[in-house]
């Protein structure tokens, strides 16, 4: 099969702060170096700060842990450069989870890398409007094992809304051998060829039409997963609010929650409800797991 691999790591890498991974590399944490009951939320004043704020608190409740330490930015991270740099002196032991604009997200990258930060996840979301793909995720992600998109997509499709994800791993699946799989109720999951592995997973439109919307090539070579070979994400709660949902998923992620680790190096998510799209306001979101 030929995937289109420009294409997508154009996709994959379209944030600025993704684009920022260009620079001094960070380290991945694989496996994960810290107790993931132990919670930190770097949280803005923006409205959509604020949603993503209200997801994490939501998980904490379902899941029965503790309210997150919450360390606020009033006026966002650029005004607040001297406050972050303490916290991340003072508050180590901690996993981090942020979600922030895109210019802050560039200074807190390197603010947390120069700390000695150990990247678990970071990702790109925006909604733009666009009835084609009203809400857009791109994940980079240290592992399998701390994937976020399964989460995401079970919770957005329960709220029947339309969105397009993927998500990229650095480090390789435990085992190749053996087709793991994610699933959802209305999905067909798909999987590409060695040696670079993907899974891809449709609803409400062909596997052609996911792979031209997501710039992949190759389509007619994908293989359907057998439905044994899939299970079930588990993710509490739903609402209309997609950032919301974003910061449940991404919370329940750093809170340790079990998901299916699939046997690929990346994935991509495309579900379409067919009715017309709830248009979402203009926003743009880049989030952050991080341990220190």
Same mark, same amino acid.
């Given at each position: ?104 997200? +560039?200074?807190?990258?390197?603010? %947390?890398?120069? $700390?000695? @930060? ?5 990702? /790109?979301? =925006? !909604? ?116 919301? +949902?974003?910061?449940?998923?991404? %919370?329940?992620? $750093?809170? @340790? ?5 699939? /046997?690929? =190096? !990346? ?26």
């Amino acid at each position: 099969m030929e995937i289109d691999r420009r294409s997508l790591l154009k996709g994959l890498l379209a944030s600025g702060a993704l684009l920022a991974l260009r620079g001094p590399s960070w380290t991945f944490a694989e496996p994960a170096s810290r107790r993931a009951g132990l919670c930190l939320l770097l949280s803005g004043d923006r409205d959509a700060d604020r949603a993503f704020a209200a997801g994490v608190r939501g998980a904490c409740v379902e899941l029965g842990t503790s309210e997150p330490h919450i360390v606020e930015l009033s006026g966002g991270l650029l005004a607040n450069a001297d406050q972050v740099i303490e916290s991340l002196d003072r508050l180590r032991g901690r996993r981090w989870v942020a979600a922030m604009d895109d210019g802050s997200a +560039a200074v807190f990258q390197e603010l %947390a890398r120069t $700390a000695g @930060g150990r990247l678990l996840s970071v990702g /790109s979301h =925006v !909604s733009v409007g666009d009835e084609t793909s009203p809400v857009r995720h791109t994940w980079l992600t240290a592992s399998a094992a701390q994937g976020i998109g399964g989460l995401l997509a079970t919770q957005l499709a329960g709220a029947q809304m339309s969105f397009a994800i993927t998500e990229r791993f650095l480090g390789p699946p435990q085992s190749m051998n053996e087709v793991t799989s994610w699933r959802a109720p209305g999905f067909f999951s798909y999987r590409s060829v060695e040696p670079s592995v993907m899974h891809l997973h449709c609803s409400g439109l062909s596997s052609s039409a996911a792979c031209r919307l997501l710039g992949v090539a190759g389509a007619e070579d994908w293989a359907p997963i057998p439905p044994h070979r899939c299970t079930r994400d588990t993710a509490g709660g739903q609402g209309d609010q997609w950032v919301e +949902a974003l910061g449940r998923a991404v %919370a329940a992620s $750093a809170l @340790g929650v079990a998901r299916v680790e699939e /046997s690929c =190096v !990346s994935r991509a998510f495309v579900h379409r409800t067919g009715q017309a799209p709830r248009m979402q306001p203009d926003t743009r979101v880049v989030s952050f797991i991080v341990d220190l």
